[in-house]
């Protein structure tokens, strides 16, 4: 007997939908290692000359104006994609698409941004019968998610799934399954263990991640941290970005043995298990992982629209508040030298957890439909 085929489809405008694509496979193959899945990002595959300088332009505005992406998402909130836009992708990638999954005939598709989820659509009402099932990777639901052809909804909260009620979109066709993590965030890890793995202290940890997309080497809230240096372990996570990577080591304020600089790791959810509080911007797919450790969280500058969903989802669950000044760093990590302060919080965060979230709901849930 063949195995089951899952294709899942996302897009590079930034990491989280790509993440929740390869954390959805990757679980899927854990609980049923028969089936074979792809993941693509189906713009950057089928046009890697253009795709790219779409998403670099993105990333530009998202730095210098986010303003405006924030009222680009906001004006068109309540409404699918109109027409024209799926007319132009229609135009762009519908032959391209279609020969992918004629070829690869799979037994169903999974989107993870709306672009994909959009295309994929629109061969369904024309051209092929694949179900699909689309992961909405935020703590919202903008318009350009919903699309008559999806079969199925996988949402992170009742609050989404009401918000797609209010869109249009039928009760049975919402399951509140949690956004999809990768299976090694599943457990946790003994923290002697990554403490030497990492070279690490037993110490309060701060782990803080940046980069191309976060904080920047002239934040003054990231240079204020380093006040704490000698009582507090801090780990800075620049990923990729390699020029902030260097900066940080060159300069002295940084320049210290509690003080650890990383580009990118396959290991962040150790780095997670041996942290206390986590410093990020509010993507869903890190908060989620956060919130699955049960970690206190600091966020800074989240991008208008879904990242301030995201957000406001997890201050008001109290699972943390916006790094809005040196006051925020210094209450916060006062809590961390209140160790039994601190044991009670992260119980009650625990408890929260363990009453909405299992990290496993996701994958069943595909496989409970297929």
């Known amino acids: 007997m063949s195995k089951k085929r899952v294709l899942l489809l996302s897009e590079g405008f930034g990491s989280g939908h790509t993440q929740a694509a ?17 993941v693509f990002e189906l713009g950057s595959f089928l046009n890697p000359t253009v795709a790219p300088l779409i998403i670099s332009a993105y990333r530009k505005t998202v730095s210098s104006q986010p303003g405006v992406v924030g009222m680009m998402y906001r004006s068109n909130y309540r409404k699918p994609a109109n027409g024209i836009t799926k007319l132009a992708l229609h135009r762009l990638f519908y032959t391209q698409a279609l020969r992918i999954v004629q070829q690869l005939k799979p037994d169903i598709i999974i989107c993870t941004h709306p672009i994909p989820n959009m295309i994929i659509s629109r061969l369904r009402k024309h051209r092929i019968k694949t179900p699909l099932i689309t992961v909405i990777t935020d703590y919202d639901a903008h318009g350009s998610w919903v699309n008559k052809e999806v079969n199925q909804y996988l949402v992170s909260t009742t609050n989404v799934k009401q918000r797609l009620l209010d869109k249009g979109v039928r009760e049975n066709q919402i399951s509140v399954t949690g956004i999809p993590i990768h299976p090694k965030f599943w457990k946790a890890i003994d923290r002697d263990h990554i403490r030497s793995r990492f070279h690490l202290q037993n110490l309060p940890t701060v782990l803080i991640m940046g980069g191309g997309w976060g904080l920047l080497h002239e934040d003054s809230a990231l240079s204020y941290m380093t006040k704490w240096r000698e009582t507090t372990q801090l780990i800075i996570c620049v990923g990729s970005n390699d020029d902030m990577r260097k900066k940080l080591l060159d300069d002295p304020l940084f320049q210290h043995h509690n003080i650890h600089i990383i580009g990118f790791t396959a290991y962040i959810n150790e780095l997670m298990d041996v942290c206390d509080i986590l ?11 956060g919130f699955n450790k049960a970690l206190p969280m600091l966020f800074y500058e989240p991008i208008p629209g879904q990242e301030e969903e995201n957000c406001d989802h997890f201050i008001n669950m109290g699972f943390g508040e916006m790094l809005t000044s040196n006051d925020t760093v210094d209450r916060w990590f006062k809590l961390l030298h209140q160790e039994q302060t601190l044991v009670e919080y992260r119980k009650k965060l625990k408890e929260m957890r363990d009453s909405t979230y299992c990290p496993q709901a996701c994958p069943k849930a595909v496989l409970q439909f297929m």
């Open 22 to 38: 390869h954390a959805l496979s990757e679980g899927l193959k854990q609980l049923n290692p028969d089936l074979s899945t792809k």
């Open 279 to 289: 410093v990020t911007k509010p993507g869903g797919m890190t908060c989620t992982e």
